[in-house]
């Protein structure tokens, strides 16, 4: 009789034990790929806090079929395609609000006029800038590595990458201000660049 139990308590042991051992490499996947699929996420979905559920939704979608994925070395490719998914289907299953309005409003063309000039005013501001400070810059918020990445990238240490980032964003803030971008004023091109050839 004891053996029979034997017998019939192993199989679930083996079964719990393949089942936690499951569970704890997906935490240990999501714990160390985090930060990288986030940043996969924001480049679907431009909200944070959208990115941020879209990144919990494929996660959840992920789980059941964790063990079906043998070469975990692909376990990103298979989670940017669940992403892109997930998105899919918000953006069908989107409802649009309409609402009735005896006027018709006016319409809008955007020519993108404004957005080459924000461009064109962010890259003179990021000329005044040390070679190092404008290549963190532009990896952390335009390649949007993490720290550990662009340290890795530019092999610098990552508290050198934090103070480098640090400095330069103080540096871009008060070039903005001083050509009155950031309160409301016309910024002048070349009274910006002038100003940063005589920093």
Partial sequence: MAANAQLIT??????RARAQAQVLDFE???????????????????DPIDAQDLVQTALARTFPR?????DKGLADAYMRRVMINTRTEWWRQRKLEEVPTPELPEGMIDDGSE???DR?????????LAPKQRQVVLLRH?????????A????????????????????????LEQN???NGYSYSRTEGVGACAAA
Avoid: F
């Fill in 66 to 70: 964790w063990q079906d994925i043998a």
């Fill in 152 to 175: 890795h990238t530019l092999g610098m240490s990552v508290g050198t990458v934090k103070s480098t980032l640090h400095r330069a964003l103080a540096r871009l803030r008060a070039e």
């Fill in 180 to 182: 009155g971008h950031l």
């Fill in 115 to 117: 957005q080459r000039a």
């Fill in 10 to 15: 192993e199989p679930q042991a083996c079964t």
């Fill in 142 to 150: 335009y390649r949007q590595l993490s720290t550990e990445e662009t």
């Fill in 120 to 128: 064109a005013m962010l890259l003179d501001a990021l000329a005044v």
């Fill in 28 to 46: 240990e996947y999501v714990r160390s790929r985090q930060d990288a699929l986030l940043r996969s996420a924001r480049r679907l979905v431009p």
